[in-house]
């Protein structure tokens, strides 16, 4: 139930394109969504997140679009350019939670844009 | 700004071994953890800490061993090294614990058991 699934393990998109990922949770007590954006060599860094009270929060080109029913999420990436090829984590944890906010990750989805 | 650093960047060592893997913020946050980085597992979290002298388990902590007698420091240290613990440990800290607030992760040591 803890849980995140991530899909694709890869993708590879034409510069200009539009990039999708999807992720997928069981557990329904999670109630915030963050995005990692990780170059190779470095370390993740947070580039968007959403909470379940909005369906869609965009940030410049990058969207996570929220569906609390079927319990899923997804990274779009409009007009793709070379430098955001990387590797790209969805997590989950919970808003609720008194303490760390112990992240769960997806699996990863390396990203490369064909130029 | 140095921020959060990890040493050793990259270490080999032996099964059996003991290794001792560093990270330490300049930010005074509160919070730090530890994760394993696996192709096909994601970012898995081993150990983190509210405070100094405060240590918690998380996802896959056995083999493991944290403490924190500072706010900086976070070292995790592996008693007796497996090839199973070969991976990318990434180290993290977030100014406050409550879900919401962003993790700032090191640049990562890589990790090779023979």
């Known amino acids: 139930q803890q849980q995140v699934k991530q899909s694709p393990q890869s993708l590879i998109v034409q510069k200009g394109g539009i990039s999708i990922i999807n992720c997928a949770y069981e557990n329904t007590a999670f109630d915030y969504f963050p995005w990692y954006q990780q170059f190779p060599g470095k370390g993740p860094a947070l580039l968007i997140a959403?909470?379940?009270?909005?369906s869609e929060k965009k940030e410049g080109r990058f969207t996570i679009s929220f569906n609390k029913s079927a319990k899923q999420f997804s990274l779009h990436i409009m007009d793709s350019q070379p430098g955001d090829s990387a590797t790209y984590f969805c997590?989950?944890?919970?808003?609720?939670?008194?303490?760390?906010?112990?992240?769960?990750f997806g699996q990863g989805t390396r990203l490369t844009i064909n130029p | 700004d140095a921020g959060i650093t990890q040493s050793p960047r990259y270490k080999i060592t032996e099964t059996g071994r003991q290794v001792t893997l560093m990270c330490h913020q300049t930010?005074?946050?509160?919070?730090m953890f530890w994760y394993r980085q696996d192709l096909g597992h994601g970012l898995r979290l081993i150990y983190y800490s509210a405070a100094a002298d405060i240590t918690d388990k998380g996802e896959v902590p056995d083999g493991y061993v944290v403490s924190r007698s500072k706010t900086e420091n976070f070292p995790l240290t592996l008693e007796s090294a497996t090839r199973s613990q070969t991976s990318v440990y990434f180290c993290?800290?977030?100014?406050?614990?409550?879900?919401?607030?962003?993790?700032?992760f090191g640049p990562g040591t890589r990790l090779t058991v023979l």
């Open positions: 993290a800290s977030s100014l406050v614990g409550l879900a919401g607030n962003e993790q700032f």
């Open positions: 959403i909470r379940p009270d909005v």
């Open positions: 930010w005074s946050h509160s919070y």
């Open positions: 997590a989950a944890s919970m808003l609720r939670f008194q303490g760390a906010q112990k992240l769960v």
